[in-house]
């Protein structure tokens, strides 16, 4: 899949979401309450890392939780980028370029 396609998949997935969120709360969320979302699954990648890892307990298969989570904080990146007016594919780009100048 390309980066492109990821970010059109995302946005119908969040579209989706947000009906939900008409029907059981009356709104959609805002910005900061995806971006308080986004937080509390990427402290669940440290989380999970660390059993995986074997460094804390958890549940019978930390390593499919944690592949989920990861998938799940990209998905919550790209949506953040998106409804900010932030050109995911561009951020990325961009910090990319920069590391590599910096270090190459």
């Given amino acids: 899949m390309n980066f492109k ?29 995806d971006a308080l ?8 990648v440290g989380r999970l890392s660390m059993a995986q890892q074997e460094r804390w307990p958890t549940g019978d298969n930390p390593e499919a939780e944690l592949t989920h989570k990861i998938g799940e904080s990209i998905w919550w990146l790209i949506i953040l980028a998106e ?10 780009e961009q910090f990319l370029a920069s590391k590599e100048k910096q270090f190459f």
């Fill in 83 to 92: 409804r900010m007016g932030i050109d995911s594919n561009e951020a990325l």
């Fill in 37 to 44: 979302a986004f937080l509390t699954d990427a402290a669940l």
């Fill in 5 to 33: 396609e990821a970010v059109k998949r995302s946005l119908q997935i969040r579209q989706a979401y947000h009906q939900l969120e008409k029907q059981y709360h009356g709104s959609e969320w805002s910005v900061a309450e």
